[in-house]
């Protein structure tokens, strides 16, 4: 009986993209759609940094990336969560939800 | 109304006299005209008719005078009662406190509202975000104040050790309203909710008290955290505090950039109603403002919307729900086994007081009268029991608290209070007069005639009143029976889990658990070089065996999809999940799990040498059933050559200590080769003396002095934790079925004693003519046996039927365990005979003289 809440994502955009790549492989441009989708931050965020970030992500072994084709033919690298990238955000998203249910709680019960 | 009566008399006197009659004889000729003056005064009583309270005064002293006259009756009612009144107010309790009021005794009322932004169709409780906030509480007319809070990660450092705050971020009008008692200082005010201004903090009762001293001259010290200074401004009363589980609040302060990102929602927001305005009123403009800010911000808004709910609606339940359904359910049969008893025991009664009430009825007593009269005996009865069952309740709660301890805080939240009080009272007059319609029914119906005659011969178990009795006693029984065969078939399955080998060994093994911050440590080579250090200087301490980094412990955690070599490549989403651990080296000695085949990983396992990985046996059997693993890749994501890892080891099975024990499978990554932030150092040590945890926490410090250490306790009380949950609910259907046990055996021994008394006649005619002892015993035990024996059979019936709806709802459990189905019928057949045994043994012991002389 999931309500529909979407998922907190605190920090930043590592965190998101990380986010992003939860649930399936994606090439960057994809990454930014879903990144809208999941809070509106790439307005603030220029594609411009998009890429810096994910290249970083991929040196420092939290997101691989693999060419192939996209969903209109054209060459595209595909991101996807290493195991540690995956540790990393379940981590984060786990520490996060236990603090704002903490606080959640209190500040209903006012 | 006696002068009323003498003035006529008088007037009539007078008239007499006045026609002539002497005074005496007047008077004497009044009273005769008038009729017999008590006769009358007692007719013009009946009809002006005594007020109900004089009534019901009279029933109850009467009842009381009853009641007092047949102690053993009035007891075993009042004791039974108050067991099943005593468990159904304890369970409602727990009910109450764990979900229907889970924020604590009743805060405000309907005019607390959480606000939440929606997105139809998928979205109905989105948190919000600052920029739209800002412009709900500029614009919306509806609420007296609104406010919002938000998750923040603090950590405590500068005096001793350092430490992690839960906390929160929290707009101004938050504590500002001081509807929260703040045992110091004061709440936020607008001033402070400016960045630049905000270094400010308020503390909970805990957090004082622990790391400040409960020093009463705490405001104004200044606390570092996350580096800066920040001025204690206020401590939140104790409560809250123990409540809630929040360290520390700091303020909102909106940055820049949080105004901008109208499409980032991170806040929860919180409003008041205005007095007069309805919660419809206020949906009514949220809907209109909300519609106003999608037109004017469409990238961020459109389709979004708003939703109220008040703040005693929300849900904080969890699974527990259905565990909690379940014990009410079964403190629903107690509470059925102990009415059919007491209505048992009435109905006995009854027959025994039928002659008592024919009389009365003879009298002139009017049946609903005597109805009444005898459910004043019978609520008198349940309020008695309910009285002490209130008792037995907050004794039960005192002891529940004790497992408020480990994963159960919440428990300590849970206590009479007068709503829970009222739910006993009103349950003890309703039990009163559900046990007590049935026998007053049946004692007010006697006619005086059909009674003396009966009473002559001694019936027996004749009519319907027998059949009912009879009928009540196997309802006792087969709820008894499907009470505890429940209870035993889980407590069984808890056992058989405990004995279990799960894998690994807890013995001795102690965890300090860490989160390391983001960013400080974003890299993973950071993250390495931390566990490395950490890892070294905890073999170093005196007393540690061995000590190993993880990323998790054997407890339920997320999956992480994989796949093998040489298999046809799925899409991600198909691929099948494993446990996935990352560790150093010593892990697996350190938690004493067998390697199988292969080896371990080794110091030679780096970031720059091939990738490795170790499967469990479980992996081994399913994905690579009569191929060797060895040798062989798996893939835990990513793709390309480098995150395919070379499989150099088998180990045996751990169980992951959760709900659901199935086994899974596991891999095993080397640490170094696959850090994460989340770390538990788990330590082997045969001591667990303060002197050594402090020295334990002491290693982290020193590689990094403000790295706060979330935990550090034994494994094994980790372990308890996750299965906390399910020995409470286990236990409480354990004590539960005891009592329905003992209920329903005293159940027994009435019904056959009774029998025993009713056929004494009887007894004393066979044995006259010639009946042995094992004759008589035969009779009564056949009695008690088929009473017994149909229960029984309705009992296992009921049983395999609920043990089918529990598995669905408690833990996937099946409680249809043949071993249990026979030991539960033997131990209640063992009770039956021991209730019977008693009785029989009277009945032996019956002098044909006496009986045959008797009525």
């Given at each position: 009986?999931?309500?529909?809440k ?12 990380l986010?992003?790549?939860q ?7 994809g ?6 989708q ?11 940094s ?14 691989s990336?693999e060419?192939g ?16 990238g995956?540790?990393q955000?379940?981590?984060?998203t ?13 500040l209903?019960?006012? | ?7 006529h ?21 009044a009273?005769?005209q008038?009729?017999?003056l ?10 002006r ?15 009381m005078?009853?009641?007092g006259?047949n102690p ?7 004791f ?5 009144i005593g ?5 409602f ?18 005019r ?10 998928k ?32 950590n ?11 906390a ?10 001081h ?6 200082g004061?709440?936020f ?12 903090i ?63 929602r991170t ?9 007069g ?9 949220m ?13 961020t ?22 565990a ?5 359910g ?23 007081r ?35 069952g ?39 007059m ?6 007590g ?18 009473s002559?011969?001694?019936s027996?178990?004749?009519g ?20 505890v065969?429940?209870?035993?078939g889980?407590?069984?399955?808890l ?6 080998d799960?894998?690994f060994?807890?013995?001795?093994v ?26 070294t ?12 980094a ?7 955690q ?5 796949q ?10 198909d ?15 350190v ?13 030679q ?6 990738r ?6 479980t ?14 890749h798996?893939?835990l994501?990513?793709?390309?050559l480098?995150?395919?890892?070379e499989?150099?080891g ?22 170094d080769?696959?850090?994460?932030p989340?770390l ?6 045969p001591?667990?003396?303060a002197?050594i945890?402090s020295?334990?926490k ?7 002095k ?5 935990s ?46 009713q ?11 010639g009946?042995?002892?094992?004759d ?6 056949t ?12 009992g296992?019936?009921a ?5 089918r ?5 408690l833990?996937h ?9 026979a030991a539960?019928?033997l131990?209640l057949?063992?009770?039956g ?5 008693l009785?029989?043994?009277r ?12 009525e």
């Open positions: 009986m999931a309500k529909g979407p998922d907190l994502v605190y920090g930043t955009l590592d965190m998101l993209i986010k992003a790549l649930h399936e492989p994606r090439h960057g441009l990454v930014a759609d879903r990144i809208q999941m809070s509106g931050e790439i307005l603030k965020v220029e594609q411009g998009l890429y810096p970030a994910l290249y970083r992500l991929e040196a420092e072994g939290w997101i990336g060419w084709f996209s969903e209109n033919n054209r060459k595209a690298r595909y991101y996807q969560l290493t195991a540690s995956r540790r955000l379940s981590a984060e786990e520490h996060w939800s236990r603090i704002t249910a903490a606080v959640d709680l209190v209903s019960r006012i | 109304m006696n002068e009323e009566m003498r003035s008399l008088d007037g009539l006197t007078e008239r007499n006299v006045l026609a002539g009659l002497p005074p005496q004889e007047a008077r004497f000729l009273q005769r008038f009729g017999n008590d006769q009358i005064k007692e007719r013009a009583r009946d009809q008719g005594i007020s109900w309270i004089e009534e019901l005064i009279l029933d109850l002293r009467y009842a005078r009853t009641l006259k053993g009756m009035t007891a075993t009612i009042v039974t009662m108050a067991l099943a468990a159904s107010t304890g369970v309790s727990v009910i109450d406190g764990l979900l229907l009021h889970p924020l604590g005794p009743d805060p405000h009322t309907e607390e509202i959480r606000i939440f932004e929606t997105q139809s169709p979205i109905s409780e989105s948190r919000v975000s600052a920029a739209n906030f800002i412009d709900w509480k500029k614009q919306a007319k509806s609420f007296a104040f609104m406010r919002a809070g938000a998750g923040a990660d603090l405590l450092t500068g005096s001793g050790e350092p430490v992690h705050l839960v929160g971020r929290a707009t101004a009008e938050l504590l500002g309203t509807t929260w008692t703040l045992a110091l004061r709440g005010l607008p001033e402070d909710d400016v960045p630049g201004k905000n270094k400010v308020i503390v909970s009762y805990q957090i004082w008290q622990r790391l400040l001293g409960g020093d009463p001259r705490a405001i104004g010290r200044i606390l570092q955290v996350n580096g800066e200074s920040y001025t204690l401004i206020g401590v939140i009363g104790e409560e809250i505090s123990r409540f809630s589980g929040a360290d520390a609040f700091i303020p909102m302060a909106f940055t820049d950039q949080e105004r901008a990102e109208r499409g980032r806040l929860g927001v919180w409003g008041r109603l205005k007095p305005v309805t919660l419809a009123e206020a949906q009514a403009e809907n209109v403002l909300a519609a106003q800010l999608a037109r004017q911000y469409p990238d808004n459109q389709g979004w919307g708003v939703s109220l709910v008040p703040v005693n609606q929300l849900q904080y339940g969890s699974g527990l729900r259905e909690l359904w379940a014990l009410l079964a403190v629903g049969c107690v509470l059925i086994i102990a009415c059919a008893n007491a209505a048992n025991l009435l109905l006995a009664r009854a027959t025994a039928s002659r008592e009430m024919a009389v009365r009825a003879a009298l002139g007593a009017a049946r609903a009268r005597l109805v009444r009269q005898l459910l004043t005996e019978s609520v008198l009865l349940s309020l008695l029991g309910g009285t002490a209130v008792l037995f309740a907050h004794w039960g709660l005192a002891a529940v608290h004790g497992y408020a301890g480990s994963g159960m805080e919440r428990l300590g939240y849970v206590g009479l209070n007068s709503g829970i009080l009222a739910f006993a009272l009103v349950l003890s309703g039990t009163g007069l559900l046990f319609l049935a026998p007053a029914w049946f004692a007010a119906g006697a006619n005086l005639n059909d009674t003396l005659k009966r002559l011969r001694g027996g178990e004749s319907s009143r027998g059949q009912l009795r009879s009928a009540l006693v196997m309802i006792e029984v087969a709820l008894a029976m499907v009470l065969a429940e209870a035993g889980l407590i069984r399955r056992v058989e889990r405990g004995r279990l799960p894998g060994g807890a013995e001795h102690t965890v300090l658990q860490l989160r390391l911050p983001q960013p400080k440590y974003a890299k993973p080579g950071e993250q390495v070089a931390f566990a490395t250090a950490v890892v200087h905890l073999r170093d301490v005196p007393g540690v065996q061995m000590a190993s993880t990323t998790s412990l054997p407890i339920p997320p999956g992480f999809g994989f093998i070599d040489g298999r046809p490549s799925r899409p991600h989403s691929w099948p999940v494993t446990s996935a651990y990352a560790v150093t080296s010593d892990y697996f000695s938690m004493k799990i067998r390697l199988l085949q292969g080896r371990a990983f080794t110091a396992d780096t970031p720059q040498s091939p490795v990985a170790i499967i469990n046996e992996l081994a059997k399913q994905y690579f059933q009569n191929e060797n693993p060895i040798g062989r798996i893939d994501g990513g793709s390309g480098d995150t395919w890892r499989i150099v088998i180990v045996g099975d751990v169980t992951e200590f959760g709900d659901d024990t199935a086994v899974t499978p596991q891999v095993y990554e080397p640490f080769q696959s850090p994460g989340g538990n150092f788990v330590v082997n040590s001591e667990d003396g002197s945890l020295s334990l002491q290693q982290i410090y020193s590689v990094d403000d790295q706060p250490v979330l550090i306790r034994s494994l094994q009380s980790i372990l308890d934790e996750q299965v906390a949950g399910q020995h409470f609910a286990v236990h409480l259907l354990g004590v539960f079925s005891l009592i329905a046990l003992v209920i329903a055996s005293v159940g027994i021994y009435a019904v056959v004693a009774y029998t025993v008394t056929r004494t006649t009887e007894i004393g005619i066979r044995m006259a003519l009946a042995q002892t094992e008589v015993l035969r009779l009564i035990l009695h008690g046996a088929r009473l017994i024996g149909f229960g029984l059979l309705v296992i019936g049983a395999l039927a609920v043990g709806t529990v598995e669905s709802l833990y459990v099946n409680t249809n365990d043949p071993l249990v189905l539960v019928t131990l057949v063992a009770v005979v021991f209730a019977c045994a009785p029989s043994y009945a032996t012991r019956v002098d044909p003289i006496v009986a045959l002389r008797c």
